[in-house]
């Protein structure tokens, strides 16, 4: 069962950019490409946790602002010669408006949970 | 006692006999070597690079001074032979008289200038040496000057497009009914139009032109049909003539040329002859790749060897950046043909046949096969059995590259200019010789225009197999093969002024770049279109979105500007009050002479900023691809040593230069005397100032390389110093590559080059100067004040949302 969450209209975020979603255990980053799909992963890249929100997305891909890890959007894995995967969230668009799943965040927020403990 | 050899004319024919004779025999003569322009051989056919400012003269050298002395030729340049006295065997120059035993014949030819009445007022210049290069240049530095080509051939051509590189206006006369007829068939020609119109080059076929008027100067060129072409500069290419006149004073055998034969002798037993000014066979050449076989036929009968001269089958290309374009043969209407059109991608191809033989090809927009065609053309293979799919190419006959490279027989031509055959290129790889430098050096192969790099280079490769990588020089990175000189090139003569027209118009291949293409490409953008182009931030990397340093732990640094170093209480203590405000962890003082906050959340940045900005400070720029700082030392203000103000001059350099954007970092530093404390020399711009004025130098480096600054000028007043300066800078941002430093930028270009057009040259120091000032109407502005507003926060910078609680159930 989905939970979808009215979070903000596509225009709050720049074409080829995104913003972020906070939540109790960190922020989600939600993208906008060029051609205007949405995707939201958590904001944390898989190899040091730089903030993917603030990379340059490019087709549907972000670099990390950090050392360049290139990560897909579709699937949140490294792309290339480096592994690892980022958590993606389903996302709905309706009548311009960015809908994102809270189940998910919820089943993060205990993933995250027990990842950290 | 050796013979006496006197050779006139130091072209790109007697350049290469020399060394093919040099190297036969060093001691055979004793070499006396005369040349009317002012300066030794150099690879004429570059001249079109040099006038587009790819290239500086200094690049296209091919023998210098020291080359001459370890030979022991003897130069005689800027002295024009005007006599040969074959009875007495002696020449006549300037310079006296000049024996010989063997005398050779190399003075190519001059422009022809059609012969109208107004062809010799001053502006009318022909295309042919480095002085008409520099004059083009000259009547090119006014600002809106115009230029009239005639001739659409490929030295017309090849003018036209650097003028305009070169921010002239330029109309091209052509006397036929397309261009470069005599190698392209119409519709290449077309399409070769089309390409030059869209770049702003005005093209007219069925050109006759009538007068070239003016007075005292020349300012317009009258057509048959009445019609007047104003023009500043008239560039004659409507074609050359043998440059015989000593041939036929002296009586020997002329017609169009010098009559040589075979063996490269004239009807006079002792004098042979080569290069432009000959004819062979009824043939007079006017491309080096002929030539350069001459060169090494006549070195042998001057040593007595046996060797003959036969006729070669001779390509052209046309050396336009951004225009691919390949031509040989014969493509007459009689023979079959087949065609292949792609006028979305602009793409044209003709073979042509006789016999299942390939005869004519004519290449435009995809030249990528023409050597695989070529070598077929020269083989006369038989290609009935790849009939169906030879206009596709070699990829299409199944060949891979490197494979078609591999299986390429050792008779194939891979230097065109230089003849060097691919055995010859895989004896020289056998003998030691496993970089494309030592290529060079041994073979000669790439050595000239530079276009058959590329194959070299895959000869290596497949010779060599894994001990070779092909280096990756091209591409600005995987979306595009394009250098970044390639890509500023097109965008500013197609004008193009948006990211997404670069990438169509370039065939990027992604949708929307990398974060490697798109920085550069938003900076090209800034750089050359300043009042135009909107700034897209999406296009930035994060610390120049965000206006501070990203840190490893995603918190940021912010660094306040401190104009030449100096601060002020009042501003040290906002740093201090800021810095306790907002929680900042640590305080770093840089060694670029200002404070560093570390460790700032970026949530606070805003609101961090607006406190910093009521307080008069603006941002450092620490993280930007701009100016970053200049540095100081107290200077005649305080030190008992100091000769001018370095800290107010420093002020004032930093006060113009602050927010532009830059291909890289920028850092300058003033110190006041040569004692320089404040290491003026390994900064991208050094001052040090001296009793008598400022030392002025540039590209220096003391990062991950240390290199000390080349001197640029010493002059004696602030203004000298801060034209200079903003010059230099404004240079550098037209021109240099994206992420290449000043000191990067400088070796690519040479000293030489910077020099003539910042110092040398006052019109065009005040025109950078001025442009410079244009951008900094936009970027002399803190880009803290607009982040800081509230409205920025709400809509660009804060969460989307807050769901700390909704996600918590
Ligand atoms: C803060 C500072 C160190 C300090 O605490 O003193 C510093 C800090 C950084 N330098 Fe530097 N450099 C600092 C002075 C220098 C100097 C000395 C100078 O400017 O007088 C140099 C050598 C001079 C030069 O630039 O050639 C210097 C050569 C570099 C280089 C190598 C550049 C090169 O072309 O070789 C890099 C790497 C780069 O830019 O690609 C670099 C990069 C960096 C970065 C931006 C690395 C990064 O990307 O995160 C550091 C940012 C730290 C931060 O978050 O604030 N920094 N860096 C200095 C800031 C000066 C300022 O006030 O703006
Ligand atoms: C702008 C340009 C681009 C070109 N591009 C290409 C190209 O892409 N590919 C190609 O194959 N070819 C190209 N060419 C043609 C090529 O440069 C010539 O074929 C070649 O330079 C001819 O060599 P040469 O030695 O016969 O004559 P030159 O190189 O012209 O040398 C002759 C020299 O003799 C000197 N001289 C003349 N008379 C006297 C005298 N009485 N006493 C002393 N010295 C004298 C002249 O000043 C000159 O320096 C180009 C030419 C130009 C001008
Ligand atoms: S450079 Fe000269 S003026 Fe500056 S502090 Fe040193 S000694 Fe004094
Ligand atoms: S943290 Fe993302 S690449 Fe290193």
Known sequence: ?117 | MSQKLVVIGAGMASGRMLEELLALDEGAYDITLFGAEPRGNYNRIMLSPVLSGEKTYAEIVTHDADWYAANGVTCRFGEAVVRIDRKTKRVISAGGVTEYDKLVIATGSASFFVPVQGNNLPGVIGFRDLDDVEAMLEAADKPHSRAVIIGGGLLGLEAAAALNEQGMQVTVLHLMGHLMERQLDPAAGQLLQKELESRGIKVICRAHTNAILGHGRVEAVLLEDQSMHPADLVVMAAGIRPETRLGIDAGLHTERGIVVDDQMQTSDPDILALGECVEHDGTVYGLVAPLFDMAKVLARTLINQAAAFKAPEVSTKLKVTGVDLFSVGDFGDEHEEIVFRDPGLGVYKRITLKNDRIVGLVMYGDTSDSTWFFDKLKSAEDISDIRGSLIYGSAAVGADPLEAVAAMPDSTEVCGCNGVCKGTIVAAIGGGATDLAALKTMTKASASCGNCTGLVEQVLASTLGDDFVVPARAGICGCSDLTHEDIRQIIKSQKLKTIPAVMQEAGWKTPCGCHVCRPALNYYMIAEWPLEYADDLQSRLVNERNHANIQKDGTYSVVPRMWGGMTTPSELRAIADAAEKYNVPTIHVTGGQRIDLLGVQRDDLPAMWADLNTAGLVSGHAYSKGLRTVKTCVGSKHCRFGTQDSSGLGIKLEKILWGSWTPHKVKLAVSGCPRNCAEATCKDVGVICVDSGYEVSVAGAAGMEVKQTEALAKVTTEKEVIDLTVAFIQLYRENAAYLDRPYKWVAKVGMEWVRDRVLEDEAERLALCDRFEISQTVYRKDPWVEQAKPEYCLNKWAALADLTLEAAE
């Open chain 1, 1 to 117: 069962m989905n939970n979808w969450i009215d979070i903000a209209t596509l225009d709050d975020i720049p074409p080829r950019g995104a913003r972020v979603v906070k939540t109790r255990l960190g922020c989600v980053a939600i993208f906008r490409t060029a051609d205007d799909k949405v995707f939201a992963l958590d904001d944390a890249c898989p190899h040091k946790k730089g903030p993917l929100s603030e990379g340059i997305t490019h087709g549907n891909a972000v670099t990390c602002p950090l050392h360049n890890w290139v990560i897909d959007l579709e699937t949140g894995m490294a792309q290339g010669a480096d592994t690892g995967r980022v958590k993606t969230y389903e996302i709905r668009i309706e009548n311009d408006r960015i809908l994102l799943d809270g189940t998910r965040l919820v089943d993060r927020s205990l993933h995250c949970a027990d990842g950290a403990a």
